[in-house]
């Protein structure tokens, strides 16, 4: 049951006072409206206060209660957030497997510079669909994609949007890899050039397209079957997308590179093909209200994850070299950071758009809470926090034992090696999980839409702490004379 108010003292916009039996007054509004004043949630800011009060001395607090919002069960949580964790983490495996082959190939040890490119490239991929993920799940958790037109022009919006951005964030992000490897190497070749900029632009691209399709329509099923898509698409988006990427990079960047010499305006075509497309989907996105906007403020966040995940490249690199067999984890400890904050931070844009208004932050949380309270015990979002780090344990273990067995045909991990591992990639996804909360809340209190602009941060993030903890792991188990080493 619930009323519309016109009031002209909250900015003459039309707000919705819901009644649910937890909370009977919840202010909602549309996540597209970031000019919200402070005035406009003083109808709800004292009953969340009283609320909040209430509930600090109890261990489990009611969060439904505290929020206004009906939350989920923690074991709906774990329910729906496993089933695509584990899905997502066959697919860090084989991404780790797939690199670890491809190293040897002929394109990757001309073409050096792939090394630098491949976490930039699968960074840019995951950033961009679980950032229209995010979107999708937030307008489907707040009941916008009810209607079959609406839906269509969402999605045709979005997957219009990500193809500008994959387009011109592919072509500098090769220029970067490009641009460090000549510092390198001191050196530069033009057939490389092109080379780098064809197979990123292709990939990029090419696989955004065919998986935004398939978002779309997991966020649709997951509605039809009253599930929180926010706990399912984001883990599905990062690591189907790492370990397609990786293929597709690996086979078009080989197949150029044979024909380099005999066939070379084959690079040229690649590269007009999607500059000449370009245009067409800037049109559509223009059009579309839902993302006209976002087209105009969304580079900011992409851009600059480009150059952090750039920085992970740089590890990647030194690394591949020194340390045996690090590849075939690296993809691992990226993909399930990059995932499970990516849930946490979708999480947390919806509550944010359900329960305030942009630039308020509400009375429930604050920016910057202790990693206790932020993680553990104290906030709506720690019983998440904590679902996603006890998950992480079991996975992590059960993911690089299965992808060792693979690669090595046998089981050569020991237990220093696990707990030096767990040890390490439990640290990355701690330092990710409170780094979401402060960005997440900072964004909302300066009316930054936390669901374009966080996930692209953290997710780069999640690839930089991830090969600079696990190059730190390997260093320290050489110290200690416990080498993981492969097979000849």
């Known amino acids: 049951m619930s009323k519309n108010y016109n009031d002209p003292e909250l900015d003459q916009k039309p707000y919705v006072i819901s009644e649910n039996v937890d909370f009977p007054y919840v202010l909602k509004t549309s996540p597209s409206s970031f000019d919200g004043s402070r005035n406009s949630v003083s109808i709800a800011s004292s009953i969340f206060e009283s609320s909040l009060k209430e509930s600090e001395d109890s261990e489990d607090v009611d969060r439904s209660r505290v929020t206004g919002v009906k939350q989920e069960k923690w074991w709906q949580t774990t329910i729906q957030v496993s089933i695509p964790f584990f899905i997502a983490g066959i697919g860090t495996i084989a991404a780790g497997i797939i690199l670890g082959n491809v190293e040897h190939w002929e394109v990757f040890?001309?073409?050096?510079?792939?090394?630098?490119?491949?976490?930039?490239?699968?960074?840019?991929?995951?950033?961009?669909?679980?950032?229209?993920?995010?979107?999708?799940?937030?307008?489907?958790?707040?009941?916008?994609?009810?209607?079959?037109?609406?839906?269509?022009?969402?999605?045709?919006?979005?997957?219009?949007?990500?193809?500008?951005?994959?387009?011109?964030?592919?072509?500098?992000?090769?220029?970067?890899?490009?641009?460090?490897?000549?510092?390198?190497?001191?050196?530069?070749?033009?057939?490389?050039?092109?080379?780098?900029?064809?197979?990123?632009?292709?990939?990029?691209?090419?696989?955004?397209?065919?998986?935004?399709?398939?978002?779309?329509?997991?966020?649709?099923?997951?509605?039809?079957?009253?599930?929180?898509?926010?706990?399912?698409?984001?883990?599905?988006?990062?690591?189907?997308?790492?370990?397609?990427?990786?293929?597709?990079?690996?086979?078009?960047?080989?197949?150029?590179?044979?024909?380099?010499?005999?066939?070379?305006?084959?690079?040229?075509?690649?590269?007009?093909?999607?500059?000449?497309?370009?245009?067409?989907?800037?049109?559509?996105?223009?059009?579309?209200?839902?993302?006209?906007?976002?087209?105009?403020?969304?580079?900011?966040?992409?851009?600059?994850?480009?150059?952090?995940?750039?920085?992970?490249?740089?590890?990647?690199?030194?690394?591949?070299?020194?340390?045996?067999?690090?590849?075939?984890?690296?993809?691992?400890?990226?993909?399930?950071?990059?995932?499970?904050?990516?849930?946490?931070?979708?999480?947390?844009?919806?509550?944010?758009?359900?329960?305030?208004?942009?630039?308020?932050?509400?009375?429930?949380?604050?920016?910057?809470?202790?990693?206790?309270?932020?993680?553990?015990?104290?906030?709506?979002?720690?019983?998440t926090a904590r679902i996603l780090i006890l998950m992480s344990i079991p996975g992590q273990f059960l993911f690089i034992f299965i992808a060792d067995y693979i690669h090595q045909s046998r089981s050569t991990i020991g237990i220093p090696f696990i707990l030096t591992y767990l040890s390490f990639s439990s640290i990355q996804l701690m330092l990710l999980l409170f780094i979401a909360h402060i960005l997440i809340h900072a964004m909302w209190r300066f009316k930054i839409d936390p669901d374009t602009a966080s996930i692209p941060y953290l997710t780069a993030l999640g690839d930089l702490l991830g090969s600079s903890l696990l190059m730190a792991a390997f260093a320290f188990l050489r110290a200690i004379g416990n080498v993981y080493e492969e097979k000849l």
């Open 109 to 383: 040890q001309e073409v050096s510079e792939l090394f630098i490119l491949v976490p930039a490239l699968t960074g840019l991929k995951g950033n961009l669909d679980t950032t229209l993920a995010s979107r999708l799940c937030t307008q489907a958790n707040l009941g916008n994609m009810i209607s079959g037109k609406e839906i269509f022009h969402m999605a045709l919006g979005n997957i219009a949007l990500v193809q500008v951005q994959a387009t011109v964030a592919a072509f500098i992000v090769s220029l970067f890899s490009i641009g460090v490897g000549a510092i390198i190497k001191n050196t530069l070749r033009f057939n490389h050039i092109t080379l780098l900029i064809a197979s990123s632009m292709f990939t990029a691209t090419s696989t955004c397209f065919v998986l935004d399709f398939i978002l779309v329509f997991v966020i649709l099923l997951t509605k039809k079957f009253k599930a929180n898509p926010d706990n399912m698409t984001a883990p599905l988006a990062a690591s189907i997308g790492d370990v397609v990427s990786i293929t597709v990079l690996s086979f078009i960047s080989s197949h150029l590179f044979k024909i380099s010499g005999t066939q070379s305006w084959t690079t040229y075509m690649v590269i007009g093909a999607f500059c000449l497309l370009l245009p067409f989907w800037i049109m559509i996105v223009l059009r579309n209200r839902y993302t006209r906007s976002v087209l105009k403020t969304g580079w900011t966040p992409v851009l600059s994850a480009l150059f952090i995940s750039g920085t992970g490249g740089l590890v990647l690199e030194r690394s591949v070299g020194e340390f045996s067999g690090y590849v075939v984890f690296q993809p691992i400890i990226n993909g399930i950071g990059g995932n499970l904050v990516s849930v946490h931070a979708s999480k947390m844009a919806t509550l944010l758009h359900q329960s305030s208004l942009p630039g308020i932050i509400p009375p429930f949380t604050k920016i910057f809470q202790g990693p206790w309270k932020a993680l553990f015990n104290g906030t709506p979002y720690a019983i």
